[in-house]
């Protein structure tokens, strides 16, 4: 399975997921924000930073960048897609996945390690973990309350597109401790806390490593398969 990170102007987050799927060895390329051709991946990540100096709103310009609009078609055509913190104000922004990234609460930077729980694992993604089972990662937004009318969160409630949730204390504001969603065929995932910052013991912490072990399971069915 090819992984492709996307790097935009202001991206500060790409080196660190391209360290954590080569370090699971799994053929990773960098795909500047110019490109218009992604049909050799698999996996698309859009990873965090500031994308574009974060001008407007956060993701506002990314969304109209050339590799965006062949990511749309990307996972409208079923393959993987996640985007962490900035990326998953991307995913938002372009209509990928619903709700919005706000400034947080008591509206300021937050940069901490803040406890998960997991909510899905019927997920290519989250297939590493176990029900219910509580991880740490770190966090470092500025607009990170997820935000959606009560029309919205009731779909994502009754349709199990919640897939993380803040467990304890609710860091930013979101609505129903909502830290991370996917859309409603599960190839599209948004959260805002940072797996790849927390993928190796040298960091402190694994728990981030599930997820990518699992979508790297994933590729290993797939070959048994065909």
Known sequence: MKFGIVVFPGSNCDRDVAYVTR??????????????????????????????GDYLRCGAIARFSPVMQQVVKHAKQGKFVLGICNGFQVLTEAGLLPGALIRNRDLHFICDRIPLKVERTDLPWTQSYTPGEIITLPIAHGEGQFYADEDTIKQLEDNSQVIFRYYGDNPNGSVNNIAGICNVTGNVIGMMPHPERAADPILGSTDGLGLFKGIGARSEELVVSG
């Open 23 to 52: 370090l699971l060895q799994q053929p990773t390329r960098m795909v500047w924000h110019e490109e218009t051709d992604i049909s050799d991946l698999d996996v698309v990540i859009v990873p965090g930073g500031f994308s574009y």
